[in-house]
C-alpha cells in the first residue's frame, strides 16, 4: 500500500523534522522561514542560520505537542517529513509589516490587525515536487487559520515559476487558487495578493 500523506500542526513534529525538510544547503535551509520574521536592523548577514533554526523551532513550538500555538504545518508521506507551510497572523511578520509594496500598494489595510492571517512560505523537499503536495499544504494552512478564528487569511505567490529558488517558496497563484484564495490585489509585475474571507 502506497504511504499516505498527512498534514499535521507544526508543534506535534520533532524538531528533526524540521531539519530533514529544509535540509543542508539551498536558500530553504538558510532561511528557514525567518525572512518576513526578522526583526527591525537584523539581517541574514548578522543572524547565523543556527540562529534561525532555532527560531524556527521555538516558533512552532517543534516537539510540544500541548503547546498553545504554532506557525505553520509540516507534511509526512508515510512517516517521511516532506513539506513545510508557515501560516500566522500577519501582524507577527514584522518583515511583511515593515514592506511598502507587497503586500500594502493599493490597499487599506491595517497592519497591526492580527485576524488577518498570512501564508508566507511553502516549502517541498526535492523529490517530492510537483506531486500536489504544496496544494493540499495550501489547502490545510487556509483550513487551520480558520480553524483558529482568523476572519481572513492571505498568501503573496509570484505569478510565474521562472524565477530563483528562494522566490518560489511563497507559492504560486494556482497552487492559492486551489485553496480557495482570491486575487485583491497586484502590486508588483511578479506578485499578487491573493485572499480568503472567513467572516
Request: net charge negative; with cysteine.
Amino acid at each position: 500500500m502506497e504511504d499516505e500523506l498527512r498534514i499535521v500542526a507544526a508543534n506535534t513534529a520533532d524538531p528533526a523534522d524540521l531539519d530533514a525538510i529544509f535540509g543542508d544547503r539551498g536558500n530553504g535551509c538558510r532561511c528557514r522561514c525567518q525572512r518576513y520574521r526578522l526583526e527591525r536592523g537584523e539581517t541574514f548577514a548578522g543572524t547565523p542560520v543556527e540562529e534561525r533554526a532555532m527560531r524556527l523551532v521555538e516558533q512552532t513550538g517543534a516537539g510540544e505537542p500541548d503547546a498553545s500555538t504554532t506557525t505553520g504545518l509540516v507534511a509526512y508521506l508515510g512517516e517521511t517529513p516532506i513539506g513545510w507551510v508557515a501560516v500566522a497572523p500577519r501582524s507577527e511578520h514584522q518583515g511583511l509589516v515593515r514592506e511598502f509594496t507587497v503586500p500594502w500598494k493599493g490597499r487599506d489595510e491595517d497592519r497591526a490587525d492580527a485576524s488577518v492571517w498570512a501564508i508566507t512560505c511553502l516549502f517541498v523537499r526535492a523529490g517530492h515536487r510537483r506531486s500536489g503536495v504544496s496544494r493540499a499544504l495550501a489547502a490545510a494552512a487556509v483550513g487551520f487559520a480558520r480553524a483558529q478564528g482568523a476572519r481572513a487569511v492571505e498568501a503573496y505567490p509570484i505569478t510565474t515559476t521562472a524565477v530563483i529558488d528562494e522566490e518560489l517558496h511563497v507559492g504560486t497563484v494556482p497552487t492559492f487558487e486551489a485553496a480557495g484564495l482570491t486575487e485583491v490585489s497586484h502590486p508588483t509585475k511578479r506578485r499578487k495578493v491573493l485572499r480568503a474571507d472567513f467572516a
